[in-house]
């Protein structure tokens, strides 16, 4: 389900997430029970950090070499068989695919779970185009009945209890069920009409591989294959940076990339597709598409600070880690994209004046850089994003501190008379220009303005002289 | 923009960016060493399958083999199946494939619409990783990619020969299956353990989409 | 040997008492503190704001004050790393850049510059207590593998019962001016912080990253739950003298 852009007001957002306590209780389990997850994977990971170094290396060599190794994909993919689309933003992507389903009549549309079909708001378009569109990713499935936007890279429905799952089901579909397992159930059948009267498949792509012209999907129910197997239509839409060089690359990207997600050695499928099936063969799609899509990624490729974003793979172990995502989940963050690669990528790929407030909502602790398998220094990107958002006009506060702070005397006078005004700092809330000290105020005692220590300094000296 | 436009438009800005800034990425540290397939290695593939709730079968001989392709049947109560075709009949199981499953109705492949009733699907694995306990499976003529997808419970036979420790050997298993003019197969799968999802308050459930149940057979000899 | 001392504005006025102890630490273990006269702020708070240009300018205060050659010991994770920073304000080639880079590499903070001096190991330290450890998302990380100096220091307190607290590690939700525009949420971390460190019944909240000390502190004392909040630099000079804590008489 398409969601509406409100990174304008993630400031709000945020505190209104934090005071859903359902919310924070679900996301407490689910980030903890990814992260537990994962951890174990890689405590039984041998040679973890080379696998984890030569992901990033196979991952940014890719960058490096980003415009070759498309023209490189397109010609090997092309000679597989598959139909090359690029798009250079929403409007086009939307308008290739949409184009591609009226020319093959497409009526009933099957669809993997795939991010960058939400960042181009596909849905409504094909839904306008006529078609009828369903997710078929189990969480996917479940926040597109909804009406919601998912919450989560690689569990869309996390916020959900089976019992709102239940009753979804019962008004939506009229299909009955209170357990996981019977819920499970009754999509898997009602999905799998869908598959099998399908006329096209949409999915996105984990990867494409230059060398070869295949791409590699990565899943774990089953719906992506079907997606690609029943329908006589298969369209991938990827992301331009998601090109890996050779199938060696490709290879090693797998070795990580599941157990960064989910903890497990190997996801249930990976798809390798090259081209369209072969002559003789009884199933898979007749007629294969990749669509190229940039929206706004080829102008990053020219920072090279903020370009390591575009190494990310989206396992979201991130996302799991960062105790801002913790606390207020995936929709705060008001678009497609959340957690602090998402923080990254909406303020790269959206227009700045609705992103302002993202890179400020991190406090910097560095537990996504940790975490990434690749490496990618968030808290960096997200200065240098502050930096870029400032624009080279300093926040008042820190102007006027930074003024005071480079003058020793004047500094050392304000806080001499502050600490004989209000050494308690009951009167820090009525500072003008800071908005949020009386919040903060209101749940710390503010620190106690003591005899400095240059002071107590000068004065040990002096005793210890006589 | 024209699709043209857009394509030189893209490449263009890449371009720039890249002259602009260029960059190389650091050469990687060496991979670090397969665990070697050696005379465990059936134990290993067990060991990394039974977490994932698969149950390998060693067959030493093709009678074996026809033994645990009927119990499977039988445990699995199915009624129909599905099967690769000279793949699964170069076994040279005794009587042929479908004499241990001589109860079952066999359903011809076509398009997936035929095979919605199977219960049963059976496929054998061009690949088996130690590591993960992944199955490769290569789409050819009479090797359907649904065989393994359709039917709730499927089972993969893996000849001694395909097994190798991890995949890093993913290039050169694809290399292998070539088609005589170059090209590569149109679509090869890893299958590790059965369809699984936990999208329903982080719940694993078995069976999804795919196979909700796995069963593997191990072929004790070169195939 | 010498160490100039670069202490925190925050510890300067609000916590002296952390900056008496890193002396006194330093000093029992034969370094000669100095402290360079002009201390205000490194720069930390221009930077994370996203002005660098004041970032600059006051890092370019910093390289003045610490000019003269020898370790610059600091008991703040977060202003070391402003510091080790330093380098990307400035163009490579520049000679403020070789004086960042300089300086940069001399700046340590105050447990990894302690638990690295012959003797520290030797410490007859001695205290009684039950201390929380907050490990700051700020410190510097520790030796590959190995446990981080602050916990190592602590450790080789005899009578000290070291408790973590369940993800001990992860931020307390202060982040400076995030605490501020984001104090939801700001807020919500420390509560989870407060609640998983107070379940563990510490007498003493120890860390060795004053803005930390405070935001927790600070939101125990409006709990009503306050306990005395150190720096790892003030246990380590209470567990090396005879009398009684200070912060113990109280």
């Known amino acids: 389900m398409m969601m509406e852009l409100t990174t304008r007001h993630f400031r709000q957002q945020s505190a209104s997430a934090c005071r859903d306590s359902n919310l924070r209780a679900v996301l407490d389990h689910a980030t903890r029970y990814f992260m537990g997850k994962r951890g174990a994977a890689l405590e039984a990971f041998a040679g973890r950090d080379e696998h984890f170094a030569r992901a990033r290396s196979a991952r940014l060599n890719a960058l490096s070499r980003l415009p070759d190794l498309l023209e490189e994909l397109e010609r090997n993919a092309t000679a597989a068989g598959v139909k090359v689309h690029w798009a250079a933003d929403a409007a086009e992507a939307r308008a290739i695919i949409t184009g591609i389903a009226k020319a093959a009549n497409v009526r009933v549309i099957v669809k993997g779970k795939s991010m960058v079909t939400e960042e181009i708001e596909l849905n409504p378009a094909l839904e306008a185009a006529g078609a009828d569109v369903w997710e078929t990713d189990l969480g996917e499935f479940i926040v597109q009945l909804a009406g919601e936007p998912p919450s989560h890279i690689i569990a869309p429905a996390i916020h959900k209890s089976r019992a709102e799952v239940a009753e979804l089901f019962a008004e939506k579909l009229n299909l009955h069920g209170q357990s996981i397992p019977e819920l499970t159930l009754l999509a898997r059948e009602a999905l799998r009409e869908k598959f099998l009267c399908a006329d096209m498949g949409i999915t996105g792509a984990n990867m494409a591989v230059a060398e070869t012209g295949s791409v590699i999907l990565v899943e774990n129910e089953g719906n992506i294959r079907m997606s690609t197997t029943c329908p006589p239509v298969h369209v991938a839409l990827m992301s331009l940076e998601k090109v890996a060089a050779t199938m060696q690359d490709a290879a090693d990207i797998l070795r990580v990339l599941p157990r960064s997600a989910t903890g497990q050695k190997m996801s249930s499928y990976v798809s390798v597709l090259t081209g369209p099936r072969k002559e003789g063969e009884t199933d898979g799609a007749r007629e294969m598409h990749l669509v190229i899509l940039d929206n706004g990624r080829s102008e990053v490729l020219a920072d090279p600070v903020l370009r390591e974003a575009l190494a990310c793979f989206r396992c979201g172990a991130c996302l799991n880690s960062c105790p801002v995502y913790q606390t207020i989940g995936g929709h705060a963050y008001g678009s497609v994209y959340s957690g602090p690669i998402g923080t990254l990528l909406s303020s790269l790929l959206l227009p700045q004046d609705l992103t302002r407030d993202l890179p400020f909502g991190c406090t910097l602790c560095g537990a996504c850089a940790r975490t990434c398998p690749l490496g990618i220094n968030h808290p960096k990107l997200m200065l240098a994003l502050r930096q870029r958002v400032a624009n080279g006009r300093a926040n008042p506060v820190s102007s006027a501190h930074s003024l005071l702070a480079r003058h020793p005397l004047a500094y050392r006078l304000a806080v001499g008379v502050a600490r004989t005004l209000d050494p308690n700092l009951h009167l820090l809330p009525r500072l003008p220009g800071m908005p949020g000290l009386s919040e903060f105020v209101d749940s710390r005692r503010p620190p106690e303005l003591k005899k400095p220590f240059a002071a107590r300094r000068r004065k040990t000296k002096r005793e210890q002289k006589q | ?223 | ?250």
Not at chain 3, 108 to 131: H, K, M, Y
């Open chain 3, 1 to 250: 040997m010498h160490a100039h001392l670069f202490i925190p504005c925050l510890v300067e006025d609000c916590q002296p008492e952390a900056a008496e102890a890193v002396v006194e630490v330093l000093e029992s273990l034969g370094v000669e503190a100095r402290h360079p006269a002009g201390q205000t702020c490194c720069g930390q708070l221009a930077y994370k704001t996203g002005d660098a240009k004041n970032a600059r300018l006051l890092a370019l205060r910093y390289l003045e004050i610490f000019a003269a050659p020898g370790p610059v010991v600091c008991p703040s994770g977060s202003c070391v790393k402003m510091v080790r920073t330093y380098p990307e304000l400035f163009a490579p080639g520049t000679p403020d850049h070789q004086r960042a880079v300089d300086l940069a590499a001399r700046t340590f903070e105050f447990c990894e510059f302690v638990a690295g001096l012959p003797g520290a190991d030797t410490l007859n330290a001695q205290l009684q207590v039950r201390a929380c450890y907050h490990g700051s998302c700020q410190m510097p990380p520790g030796q590959s593998g190995g446990v981080d100096a602050p916990r190592r220091l602590l450790s080789s307190v005899r009578g000290l019962t070291l408790l973590e607290a369940d993800r001990d590690d992860r931020c307390c939700g202060f982040g400076g001016i995030f605490s501020l525009q984001f104090s939801a949420v700001s807020q919500a971390l420390v509560e989870d912080k407060c609640r998983e460190i107070m379940v563990l019944e510490p007498e003493i909240l120890v860390s060795a990253e004053p803005s930390c000390l405070m935001n927790i502190s600070g939101h125990l004392a409006r709990l009503g739950k306050g306990i005395p909040a150190l720096h790892v630099a003030q246990v380590l000079a209470a567990s090396l003298k005879k009398e009684t804590p200070a912060w113990r008489r109280k």
């Open chain 2, 1 to 223: 923009m024209s699709a043209t436009q857009s394509r030189a438009a893209i490449l263009d800005t890449l371009r720039k960016g890249l002259a602009a800034a260029p960059f190389f990425a650091d050469a990687p540290p060496a991979r670090p060493a397969s665990i070697s397939v050696g005379p465990d290695a059936w134990e290993l593939l067990a060991g990394v399958l039974g977490p994932l709730e698969v149950r390998l079968r060693l067959a030493r001989t093709p009678a074996e083999a026809a033994v645990h392709v009927a119990d499977i049947a039988r445990e699995r109560q199915a009624a129909t199946y599905t099967r690769w075709d000279a793949a699964l009949n170069a076994l040279n199981l005794p009587g042929g494939f479908d004499a241990a499953l001589s109860s079952l109705e066999r359903l011809e492949p076509g398009c997936c619409q035929n095979l919605a009733r199977a219960d049963l699907g059976f496929v054998l694995a061009h690949a088996a990783l130690l590591e993960s306990g992944s199955l490769a499976v290569v789409a050819a003529p009479g090797q359907h990619r649904s065989a393994s997808l359709l039917p709730p419970a499927s089972v993969v036979l893996v000849p001694r020969n395909a097994l190798l420790p991890d995949v890093s050997h993913l290039p050169a298993l694809l290399n292998r299956h070539r088609l005589p003019a170059g090209a590569l197969p149109a679509c090869l799968n890893l299958i590790t353990g059965p369809s699984s999802t936990a999208d329903i308050e982080l719940v694993l459930v078995r069976g999804v989409h795919g196979p909700g149940t796995l069963d593997v057979i191990g072929l004790d000899w070169d195939v």
